[in-house]
């Protein structure tokens, strides 16, 4: 384990920004904490957890420690005749553990093909796409305290998920790190494809439903998620940088009456859930750029770097759309992407 001082963290956010942190260390197992903990220097300052940076914008140095888990191993820990449960280590890339699984003609993760970043974070965030989110199939999360090194299991119910949250991005945020996560996945014969969202059910219509694999399904992700979303490795990004706003009634049926043909989504609460890429875009922002930055021509929710962009230039344009957005359809559009 090494203690890396002044240590740039470009290799480790998608929106490719160069900044420093001061003390940079990869955590494998429970005893490097302890190791660390006894080093009194290190001890004293603050520690904050990473994993790829695929939901984090930076915009200056850090000061402290970041930790990164990199324990990546796979255990199929439990088997029974329809279902298997396999425990993963947190510093395993997301899109490979899923990979694996739908390899084997294991369902459950194929609807989550692609999603950037860690197996760690996903319980964090409880990442979701196309009907299906991470909360669905854990059904542990080992974790290990970063002040005593303390081994913490969590079931599923414990963990408090919610829309792109749990307890991990909550009260325990930067306390307790992420080691292993346990799913529970279902045999070929025995589970079912989510097609929920639309396009992925037209993406199979020519199938007879018998015949669908979880590669099938994974596949058609992968072809979607292409065609719709910039690549981080060719220009960095974050995925979407805004939450959907939620809206009360009266607001929405003042908003409507302007804009006829605003989407919309109602929420069980009774409020509407407002798509934040079709304020943006009827701001006029899609494809617009700011210096190195911009709002992706693709997709109006992901700001892009152009090319050498720093993270307060990122940081300058998600204002700027605020800003307009707020001014047009007075809705606050709070950044889903951690700022740090
Ligand atoms: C192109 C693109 C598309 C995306 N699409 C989706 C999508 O469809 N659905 C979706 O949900 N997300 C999506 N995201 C967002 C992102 O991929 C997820 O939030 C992902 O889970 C972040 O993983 P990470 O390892 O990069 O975590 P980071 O961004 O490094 O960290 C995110 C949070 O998790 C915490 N964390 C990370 N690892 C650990 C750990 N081991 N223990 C404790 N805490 C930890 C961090 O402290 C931080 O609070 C997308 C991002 C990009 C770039």
Same mark, same amino acid.
């Given at each position: 384990?090494?203690?890396?001082?002044?240590?740039?963290?470009?290799?480790?956010?998608?929106?490719?920004?160069?900044?420093?942190?001061?003390?940079?260390?990869?955590?494998?197992?429970?005893?490097?904490?302890?190791?660390?903990?006894?080093?009194?220097?290190?001890?004293?300052?603050?520690?904050?957890?990473?994993?790829?940076?695929?939901?984090?914008?930076?915009?200056?140095?850090?000061?402290?420690?970041?930790?990164?888990?990199?324990?990546?191993?796979?255990?199929?820990?439990?088997?029974?005749?329809?279902?298997?449960?396999?425990?993963?280590?947190?510093?395993?890339?997301?899109?490979?553990?899923?990979?694996?699984?739908?390899?084997?003609?294991?369902?459950?993760?194929?609807?989550?093909?692609?999603?950037?970043?860690?197996?760690?974070?996903?319980?964090?965030?409880?990442?979701?796409?196309?009907?299906?989110?991470?909360?669905?199939?854990?059904?542990?999360?080992?974790?290990?305290?970063?002040?005593?090194?303390?081994?913490?299991?969590?079931?599923?119910?414990?963990?408090?998920?919610?829309?792109?949250?749990?307890?991990?991005?909550?009260?325990?945020?930067?306390?307790?790190?992420?080691?292993?996560?346990?799913?529970?996945?279902? =045999?070929?014969?025995?589970?079912?494809?989510?097609?929920?969202?639309?396009?992925?059910?037209?993406?199979?219509?020519?199938?007879?439903?018998?015949?669908?694999?979880?590669?099938?399904?994974?596949?058609?992700?992968?072809?979607?998620?292409?065609?719709?979303?910039?690549?981080?490795?060719?220009?960095?990004?974050?995925?979407?940088?805004?939450?959907?706003?939620?809206?009360?009634?009266?607001?929405?049926?003042?908003?409507?009456?302007?804009?006829?043909?605003?989407?919309?989504?109602?929420?069980?609460?009774?409020?509407?859930?407002?798509?934040?890429?079709?304020?943006?875009?009827?701001?006029?922002?899609?494809?617009?750029?700011?210096?190195?930055?911009?709002?992706?021509?693709?997709?109006?929710?992901?700001?892009?770097?152009?090319?050498?962009? =720093?993270?307060?230039?990122?940081?300058?344009?998600?204002?700027?759309?605020?800003?307009?957005?707020?001014?047009?359809?007075?809705?606050?559009?709070?950044?889903?992407?951690?700022?740090?």
């Amino acid at each position: 384990m090494h203690i890396q001082a002044n240590h740039s963290l470009q290799p480790y956010n998608t929106f490719n920004i160069d900044v420093k942190s001061q003390y940079y260390i990869e955590i494998n197992k429970q005893s490097d904490i302890l190791t660390l903990r006894s080093d009194l220097k290190i001890a004293s300052l603050p520690w904050r957890i990473i994993g790829d940076g695929s939901n984090i914008l930076f915009t200056h140095d850090l000061e402290g420690v970041t930790v990164r888990c990199t324990y990546d191993k796979i255990k199929v820990v439990k088997e029974d005749n329809e279902n298997v449960w396999i425990s993963v280590g947190a510093g395993m890339k997301w899109h490979d553990l899923v990979t694996y699984t739908v390899e084997n003609n294991w369902w459950g993760l194929e609807n989550l093909a692609l999603i950037p970043g860690t197996v760690g974070a996903a319980p964090v965030q409880n990442i979701g796409a196309y009907g299906s989110e991470a909360r669905d199939t854990i059904t542990r999360v080992q974790t290990l305290n970063i002040y005593d090194g303390q081994r913490i299991e969590f079931r599923n119910a414990e963990c408090n998920f919610g829309y792109r949250t749990s307890l991990f991005k909550q009260e325990f945020v930067n306390k307790l790190l992420v080691h292993r996560v346990t799913f529970r996945l279902r =045999k070929l014969q025995y589970g079912n494809a989510n097609l929920v969202y639309e396009p992925l059910k037209l993406a199979l219509q020519d199938i007879p439903k018998p015949e669908y694999t979880p590669k099938m399904v994974y596949d058609a992700v992968i072809d979607i998620r292409q065609k719709k979303l910039p690549d981080p490795k060719r220009q960095g990004n974050a995925g979407s940088f805004f939450k959907n706003p939620i809206i009360d009634v009266d607001y929405f049926e003042t908003l409507k009456k302007e804009y006829p043909d605003i989407p919309h989504h109602k929420t069980l609460e009774g409020q509407y859930k407002i798509p934040a890429a079709w304020l943006i875009e009827n701001t006029g922002w899609k494809g617009r750029s700011h210096g190195k930055s911009a709002v992706s021509a693709k997709h109006a929710l992901v700001l892009v770097n152009l090319g050498g962009a =720093k993270g307060t230039d990122i940081e300058e344009l998600y204002q700027l759309v605020q800003e307009d957005v707020n001014h047009k359809f007075g809705i606050y559009l709070e950044p889903e992407v951690i700022v740090l």
